[in-house]
């Protein structure tokens, strides 16, 4: 019994001493994981390109002096092709709601004709008549600052609606006119007519309204089918001589362009965070 007694003493002192010894080893510290540096703060920037097709109206042509304010035009028709849309721009998101972009664009040539059937005096105070068959190519040059609203998001899709400002340079050229005359009050009869233009630009101040749907791919990337309806000022020919060769001295002017254009873009955000992957560890 005695002997029985020592053991446990003794095994009891062996546990104290232990505790002892380990309450006096230094306590190691835990282990260090690699933290990722933060990333680059760009504030919200992002960079953006569209592609789309304009679809353009005017309100008239006319000689830029007026000196043709005298015809009476019965029925003016005028139309333009469909034309490629090319642009870039950098924006900045201030908030979920509300960013701007500065964008470029270049609105390719589009086809123009247009008809006009006119009565005018002629000599001897006899009223003639006669038809234009007008015909060019326009394209245009557009700067703008935008503002869009972003007004909240479903199924990572956005509706936006926005308004920009700026300038485009719009440019007329190949411009010809072709018709004839069915009495010239001279007893002439009828005679064929032609006049035509060498190419001409015109800087105007630009304005826009937008409307769209905006889709999130992933954080760094959005995609956006967008319309934008688009008043572009008005363009001008160089001066406009007649079949004979007499220049006379004036362009021909092309008032209250605007467009229709329907875009497909791209976002890509700056400030999407990095795609971080932990190092590699082997063991042995």
Same mark, same amino acid.
């Given at each position: ?16 001493? #232990? ?33 789309? /097709?304009?679809?353009?109206?005017? $309100? @008239?042509?006319?000689?830029?002096? +007026? ?5 009476? %035009? ?5 139309? /333009? *092709? ?11 998101? /201030? ?13 390719? @040539? ?5 008809? *006009? ?20 190519? $326009? ?37 010809? *006119?072709?018709? #004839?005359? @069915?009495? *010239?009050?001279?007893?002439? +009869?009828?005679?064929? %007519? ?33 319309? %934008?309806?688009?008043?572009?000022? %008005? ?5 406009? #001589? ?40 082997? $063991?042995?």
């Amino acid at each position: 019994m005695r002997s029985v007694k020592f053991l446990v003493a003794a095994g009891a002192a062996s546990l104290l001493s #232990s505790a002892a010894f380990a309450a006096d080893m230094p306590i190691a510290p835990p282990p260090q994981y690699y933290a990722p540096p933060p990333a680059a703060d760009f504030g919200g920037w992002y960079l953006r390109g569209d592609i789309g /097709f304009s679809n353009q109206r005017v $309100k @008239n042509i006319a000689m830029a002096d +007026g000196r043709n304010a005298q015809l009476l %035009s019965l029925n003016e028709t005028t139309a /333009f *092709d469909a034309a490629g849309i090319y642009g870039v721009g950098i924006g900045y998101q /201030f908030n979920n709601w509300f960013r701007g972009d500065i964008t470029g664009q270049y609105r390719g @040539n589009s086809n123009f004709k247009g008809t *006009d059937l006119l009565t005018y005096p002629a000599g001897g105070g006899v009223v003639g008549n006669g038809i234009n068959n007008y015909n060019a190519t $326009k394209s245009e040059w557009l700067v703008m600052a935008n503002g869009y609203v972003d007004l909240g998001t479903w199924w990572c899709i956005t509706p936006f609606v926005g308004a920009g400002v700026g300038m485009a340079r719009v440019s007329i050229a190949n411009y010809t *006119d072709t018709g #004839s005359v @069915n009495n *010239d009050g001279f007893g002439f +009869g009828a005679f064929p %007519s032609y006049a035509s233009a060498p190419a001409a630009s015109k800087w105007n101040f630009a304005w826009a309204a937008h409307a769209g749907l905006a889709y999130q791919v992933n954080p760094g990337l959005t995609i956006e089918l967008a319309y %934008s309806y688009v008043d572009l000022g %008005s363009g001008t020919t160089g001066a406009v #001589s007649d079949y004979t060769g007499f220049t006379r001295g004036v362009p021909m002017r092309f008032h209250d362009i605007t467009s229709h254009d329907v875009k497909l873009g791209v976002r890509w955000n700056l400030n999407s965070p990095p795609v971080y992957a932990p190092p590699l560890i082997t $063991k042995g």
